[in-house]
């Protein structure tokens, strides 16, 4: 029976605004508990006054603080820069609040595990905001590896490109300093990829990275001169040892000359392959060598299946395979889990998942700085 989740947002930025409309559509596509929006915080007044009008929360606040500790707050909604995740979960786990927060879950392995055994210690919802989990997309690859359908999983091939910050006019911001954001293109892009790696294909065990700062200074604010150090990684490449036997390699970049979006991944299996480009959401590329065969292979090579509704997701969105679904759909699945979770159903996507991607994360910086392998442990 459906009843009312009281949220407290931090932060009513891009994420702010996109969990703050995925919960209003969980409610109208799933029938899921209803929404209350019951408090906003974020620095600045004027913004934060226009936020809270436009999106309906009742109140906001410029201190977050009072967030975690309103008894009216079900839920905290952590979107805020990475440096923030910390303090915040772990204040609002302290309050006994259900939490939802931003990837990546910290800046390092040994606060995102401190922040995984708090939330298990407080029994209370922690889910971590890897969106490409409830991509339909990526539940129908684990489902044709779960299958057997792919063989033995010989190697994955994965990058996540962007270049949103080829420009070297961008101005510097939380995103390029280690102590507000710890990794660069690692912690904000690769982690998706790690996080729907995980989901897929289980643990890691062992990576080797290397990095580059390719822009390695940028104005302090628009049209300076003053300019201020980048300190973490444009663009990442490891490689990676699975526990399952298989190998990887896993690559990002912030900078990569006309990507957009180009969040990437093919896994090879002894019996077929598939190919996934979140660019072109709605479209997986399989290969099996069953059919392949039909023919000697006369017919061989690639085919496109279009997402639809027999993938887990997607019906509740379009009744047929070629209509598309979007990015705001998976944050729509997102809300979805994550109020089941507030009703006692089983979710993948939580803190835990969140400590074990940081520790590759930390495990791949670690492997930069002693030029060897490292353990993702
Ligand atoms: N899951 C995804 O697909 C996805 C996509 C983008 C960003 N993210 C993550 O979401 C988080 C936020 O990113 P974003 O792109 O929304 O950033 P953003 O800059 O658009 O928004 C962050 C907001 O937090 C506010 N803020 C800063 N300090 C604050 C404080 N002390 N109290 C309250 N509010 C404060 C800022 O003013 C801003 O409005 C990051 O951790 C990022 O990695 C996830």
Same mark, same amino acid.
């Given at each position: 029976m459906a009843k009312e989740v009281r949220i407290g947002l931090i932060g009513g930025g891009w994420m702010g605004k996109a969990h703050t409309t995925a919960f209003h559509n969980a409610k109208m596509i799933f029938g899921d508990d209803m929404p209350v929006f019951e408090l906003v915080s974020d620095v600045n007044e004027e913004a934060v006054k226009a936020f809270a009008e436009n999106m309906g929360y009742k109140r906001y606040t410029t201190n977050w603080r009072d967030v975690v500790t309103d008894p009216d707050v079900d839920l905290v909604d952590v979107a805020t820069p990475n440096v923030m995740h910390f303090e915040m979960a772990k204040a609002a786990l302290e309050n006994g609040k259900h939490v939802f927060c931003e990837k990546p879950l910290s800046l390092t392995a040994a606060e995102s595990r401190i922040l995984a055994d708090l939330a298990k210690e407080k029994g209370v919802v922690n889910y971590c905001g890897f969106s490409n989990i409830m991509n339909p997309a990526n539940q129908y690859v684990k489902e044709l590896v779960e299958s057997g359908k792919l063989g033995k999983i010989m190697r994955v091939h994965a990058t996540y490109d962007q270049d949103?910050?080829?420009?070297? @006019?961008?101005p510097i911001a939380w995103r390029h300093k280690k102590a507000l954001a710890g990794s660069g293109a690692l912690g904000d892009l690769c982690s998706h990829l790690l996080s729907v790696s995980q989901f897929i294909l289980g643990d890691i065990t062992e990576v080797m990275g290397v990095q580059s700062i390719v822009i390695p200074e940028r104005p302090v604010?628009?049209? @300076? @001169?003053e300019m201020a150090k980048v300190e973490n990684d444009d663009v990442i490449t490891f490689l990676v040892k699975y526990a399952n036997g298989a190998i990887g390699d896993f690559s990002s970049s912030r900078v990569a000359t006309g990507r957009k979006n180009y969040f990437y991944y093919e896994i090879q299996g002894t019996e077929g392959s598939v190919v996934y480009n979140l660019e072109r959401m709605c479209e997986v590329q399989v290969y099996f060598k069953a059919d392949a065969d039909v023919d000697n292979g006369r017919d061989c090579g690639f085919r496109t299946v279009l997402l639809n509704p027999q993938h887990e997701g997607f019906k509740w969105f379009q009744p047929a395979g070629g209509i598309a679904i979007a990015f705001d759909d998976m944050k729509t699945l997102q809300a979805h889990t994550l109020m089941g979770a507030m009703h006692g159903k089983p979710y993948f996507c939580d803190f835990e998942l969140g400590a074990r991607v940081d520790a590759v994360n930390d495990a791949v910086l670690r492997s930069i700085e002693s030029n060897t392998w490292e353990k993702a442990e």
């Open positions: 949103m910050l080829l420009d070297p @006019s961008i604010k628009a049209g @300076s @001169s």
